[in-house]
């Protein structure tokens, strides 16, 4: 099926990771030019355009600093032009578990401005980059989280950057249209997914089942379930209609437990 996508400019953030790089790897299949952000991880982002001819470039930044973000986008228009979709995948997940009455000031502070600081000013830059380049056609896509869905104890502040992604998400859809009239924002929300922030865990069967004892699918997502979402998003042949919208892959996740631990099969994640 045609995507519409062909020679479409790409900014990815967070590229280097297990997500963004399976993300990265989708839209190139469609014929996306790439900007591919990283901050950490040079090695991998280089090796993830190796054979994209000149169809992809690696930018290093890191996105806690203003002057690092601009730049960022600079750069990548001087490389390739407008940049007609924009993928904002980057952040982190603190490990600790650290309940809100202990939570120092210093990492929420770290931890929103990473998330979602960074993410309003990715958004202040795409949108400046719309006005300069006029054209009808523009896609924002968040990666979120179920933490902002359900919460998530010991994680306050993971949980609430993602939330306040939402927020900005519903804000931005309707300030796009000014910039680029047929511009669209939305919202992928993973739930556990396989990635190099999660594989850790993977040898903690007694955690996997207590997951998916509120999964009705019974599995866990692979970075190519995220992947298909973004590039349907990105396409406005496929989603040209959708803006200010979330979706959750997370293979129907609830707050509750929907099995026993016995019908769970840990072989069949």
Known sequence: MDSGLQGKHALITGAAGGIGSTIARFLAREGC???????????????LISGLENKATCFQADLRSEEDLIGL?????????????LVINHGIWPEDYIPILEMSSEQWDNTI???????FLCC?????NLEFFTDDYASIVLIGSTAA???????????????GMRGLMLSCK???????S??????????????????????????????????????????????ETVVFLSSSLLAGHITGQEIVVAGGMEGRKLFEPEEININKI
């Open 73 to 85: 986008f600079k750069n990548s228009i001087e490389k390739y032009g407008r940049i007609d979709i």
């Open 182 to 227: 047929r511009g669209r924002v939305n919202m992928v929300s993973p739930g556990w997914t396989i990635s190099p922030m999660t594989e850790q865990f993977m040898d903690n069967k007694d955690g996997i089942r207590n997951v998916l004892q509120t999964v009705p699918l019974r599995k866990i997502a692979r970075s190519d379930d995220i992947a």
């Open 124 to 128: 202040r830059e795409f949108m400046k």
């Open 174 to 180: 309707n300030e796009i249209i000014h910039v680029a």
């Open 113 to 119: 401005s990473i998330n979602l600081r960074s993410a």
């Open 149 to 163: 869905v359900f919460g998530e104890a010991g994680h306050a502040d993971y949980s609430i950057s993602k939330s």
């Open 33 to 47: 030019i790439l900007s591919l952000h990283y901050n950490k991880g040079g090695t991998i982002c280089k090796k």
